[in-house]
């Protein structure tokens, strides 16, 4: 079983691309939870690990998780409001956020005393990881399960509107890398981060994954390997939710090839490799086809 840890909340979508004053369009979201259904319409086992709230959009949440096939089991339950993210697309599909957060309720999430025997891997990511105090509580499940031996994957996927002291951010950042198994994140979060992603890879990780956008994306291993993939042509109507898609079709296709382990990662040679970006790459790419976060389903990469 794959575990997905982070929050769940409703984006705020505008109907028409570079219209501020549309009409906003409710859709269920947040990288983890895009990245959980990914992984259940991909045909894993998975589960998802959060505090959702008991109001109507907290609801709803819930319930798409169980029709796409995501065991709800260690979600947290609670009466505080849904955090909302407001998307601003622009004309090339790309998608900004402005976040209220403000006593919501995945930010209350506390440390699970444990997680599901079967459990082989560990996502994290995005906001979950900046907002206290349920930051610390997700960054110590990270720890307590890599120190278990459990793979660990990150996706940052920087906010930057949401984190008050990008030095402390990026101290904290370097801080998880001896804990993460499989780092994956897009050049910009890269570039704000000011690191190298080859210092990252032996810091640590034993891939890094960088995504390109339209160019495709690249993998870096701990032992200097380098390979990468283009990417896959599509008419792109929003980028919503593809970087997502990424993150749950390379653990889906690390796990169809039984290599949910803290070292195999670093094993993999090119042919290997270039498979699983490539199924990544095409995965996103449906995605990017669609409006809102709507991941693909097994049959259609």
């Given at each position: 079983m794959i575990v997905v840890a982070g929050e769940a909340l409703i984006d705020l979508v505008p109907r028409n691309r570079g219209?501020?004053?549309?009409?906003?369009?409710?859709?269920?979201?947040?990288g983890p939870y895009n990245t959980a259904v990914a992984l259940g319409r991909l045909g894993a086992d998975v589960a998802f690990c959060s505090r959702i709230s008991t109001d109507a959009f907290g609801e709803s949440l819930v319930e798409r998780l169980r029709r796409e096939g995501v065991d709800t089991g260690p979600v947290q339950r609670g009466p505080?409001?849904?955090?909302?993210?407001?998307?601003?697309?622009?004309?090339?599909?790309?998608?900004?956020?402005?976040?209220?957060?403000?006593?919501?309720?995945?930010?209350?999430?506390r440390t699970p005393a444990d997680l599901p025997a079967e459990t082989r891997a560990l996502s994290f990511g995005t906001c979950s990881l900046v907002l206290e105090p349920g930051a610390s509580a997700y960054e110590e499940l990270m720890r307590r399960e890599a120190e278990r031996g459990r793979f660990v994957a990150l996706d940052p996927n920087i906010r930057a509107g949401l984190i008050p002291d990008a030095t402390a951010y990026r101290r904290r950042f370097e801080g998880w890398l001896r804990h993460v198994t499989l780092l994956k994140l897009s050049e910009e979060d890269a570039d704000w981060l000011g690191g190298d992603p080859r210092e990252w890879a032996g810091a640590g990780p034993a891939a890094v994954v960088v995504t390109r956008g339209a160019n495709g994306m690249t993998v870096l291993t701990r032992g200097g390997d380098e390979f990468s993939v283009p990417g896959e042509r599509t008419e792109v109507v929003d980028t919503i939710g593809a970087g997502d898609t990424v993150n749950a079709a390379l653990l889906h296709a690390l796990s169809e090839r039984d290599l949910l382990s803290a070292e195999a990662p670093a094993r993999l040679g090119r042919r290997e490799w270039t498979g699983i970006l490539g199924y990544?790459?095409?995965?996103?790419?449906?995605?990017?086809?669609?409006?809102?976060?709507?991941p693909p389903y097994a049959g259609e990469v």
């Open positions: 219209d501020a004053l549309a009409p906003l369009l409710p859709a269920r979201g947040g505080e409001p849904t955090t909302l993210a407001v998307a601003s697309v622009g004309a090339d599909g790309s998608a900004e956020y402005r976040f209220y957060v403000e006593g919501t309720a995945d930010r209350l999430f990544a790459a095409r995965a996103a790419a449906v995605t990017c086809s669609r409006a809102g976060a709507e």
